[in-house]
């Protein structure tokens, strides 16, 4: 049978946070129990911004931070914000309007701590001593369907 050719035109997307344990230097408004700094981002694989495709990113954060819901609507599209706990962060991709492209959302476990891994003899394998910078970032491919003519061009123009 002839297949019907649909195009697909996939755009690599990096996500994730970094974090920080804070020393003495905390911002003036942080809470004192806060422990850690982190960013959350959504970026190309080399820095880029992605403002041609993407309009905002929504991050919900956890119900104990005040107005949780936080819109990000330039680039970068990262959050920076202190905490004491790892949760779930929902993110929210909206694309440019001219796209018509549904939003995209997924979930990010925000990483604070190294994992405090044992193995079967109870060793410890890794833990927060020394460095205290910790990364959990994410490769993934936005697969846009038949995308219009317009959006075509925008994603064409990389
Ligand atoms: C936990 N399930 O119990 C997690 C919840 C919540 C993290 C972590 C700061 C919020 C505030 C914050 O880090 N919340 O501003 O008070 O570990």
Redesign the pocket.
Known sequence: AKRIKTLSVARPIIYGNSAKKMGDVKPPNA?V??THMWTIFVRGPNGEDLSDIIKCVVYKL?E???NPTRTVDAPPFELTET?????EINVKIHFVESASEKPISFYHHLRLHKYHNADASGIKIENDSGNTDVESIFYDEVVFNEPNEDFFKVLMAQ
């Open positions: 809470p129990e806060h956890h104990t931070y005040p905490g004491w706990g790892e949760f």
